[in-house]
């Protein structure tokens, strides 16, 4: 004997089941018609006993809206862009939203096939998608949010920007080991630009480079690691650079992640840190507070910043006049320098 497949419980099943008509299950459901409290009382009883859930394909046909966002960055696997995220899923959730993670491809097909799932909006945090293909996203009407990117935003204004200060934070992590006396400072990051316009538009590296030279200090390519590609090519440049006749005495990381990196090449070295060598790094993650000696970071305010991303999403979708929003960020000053 053959068993019964699946069959799933339809809206016809529920009005059945409680003794009315598929249209009046549907006012319930969609909680968008009075329905007298004895009708809406068997509905929902009848709803609950059949385990009846709504067609969300069918309903997002009808209401134009699939109540679901997609989220791109270049790294999600980064505790940075994880907690961010955690926030976002959570506030997305009270709005009634389900959020996809998304990695950035610089690859027209990949945007093609985001774009025709039918996102009711995107956010964006990406140095690897191009100007063009991000503006994909509002010339197909999916309201957009960019992280960062003041030029970008000003030539398409219907892009909301969250700007988040990742300039004035760098700025206040060089200057603070220029104020206790180091002057040969190493930036560690492994971004790789094809090109200088984008370095120049890091604004962390930008922050780093202004410093050193408001304050008179050496800038140049000795004291620069770059396009790395893993933890043991930034391991291995950074026992380089302090092995060098003209070692650096600090360290300014693009990402804490990095900033340990260095200092387990320092300690390789029988380095002492911050004696022989500081280490500030950027994200204030969670392990950097546990590292020996504790890692000096600068903070970004991630929980603010996801739930304001979603939070102004939401009223970009629905058709509101929003501004751009900014954050600052902050030096926590531990034993690492």
């Not at 096939?113 to 996203?137: A, C, K, P, T, W």
């Not at 969250?162 to 200057?175: K, R, S």
């Amino acid at each position: 004997m053959e068993s019964e497949g699946y069959r799933r419980v339809t809206r016809k099943d529920v009005a059945e089941r409680a003794g009315v008509s598929p249209t009046i299950v549907s006012y319930v459901v969609n909680n968008n018609r009075y329905v007298d409290q004895e009708k809406r009382a068997r509905v929902l009883q009848a709803i609950e006993e059949l385990n009846y859930q709504p067609n969300a394909i069918a309903k997002s046909l009808k209401s134009k809206k699939s109540n679901h966002i997609a989220f791109i960055a270049d790294e999600i696997e980064n505790e940075h862009f994880g907690r961010i995220v955690r926030e976002m899923e959570s506030y997305a959730y009270q709005k009634g939203y389900l959020i996809s993670l998304c990695n950035s491809r610089n690859e027209e097909t990949y945007i093609t096939q985001m774009i025709s799932r039918q996102f009711d909006g995107v956010i964006i945090s990406s140095n690897h998608l191009s100007e063009e293909l991000i503006y994909r996203f509002p010339k197909a009407g999916i309201p957009t949010i960019l992280f960062g990117n003041r030029i970008f935003r000003q030539r398409h204004p219907e892009i909301t920007l969250i700007n988040i200060d990742l300039y004035t934070g760098a700025v206040e992590a060089v200057q603070a080991l220029i104020d206790k006396g180091y002057k040969k400072i190493l930036f560690i990051s492994e971004l790789n630009y094809a090109n200088t316009s984008g370095w120049e538009q890091d604004l962390r590296f930008k922050g780093y480079k202004d410093t050193l030279i408001k304050n008179q200090l050496p800038f140049q390519s000795e004291y620069i690691i770059k396009n790395c590609i893993n933890y043991e090519e930034v391991h291995e440049q950074c026992t380089k650079a302090f092995m060098s006749q003209e070692p650096p005495d600090a360290v300014f990381a693009h990402e804490d992640r990095l900033a340990i990196v260095a200092m387990s090449a320092a300690k390789q070295l029988k380095l002492e840190i911050p004696k022989d060598i500081a280490i500030i790094g950027f994200d204030n993650s969670t392990i950097s507070a546990f590292t020996t000696p504790t890692l000096s970071t600068v903070e970004i305010p991630r929980h603010e910043v996801g739930k304001k991303a979603i939070e102004l999403l939401y009223k970009k979708i629905q058709g509101k006049r929003i501004s751009d929003v900014s954050f600052s960020t902050c030096l926590i000053e531990r034993q690492s320098m």
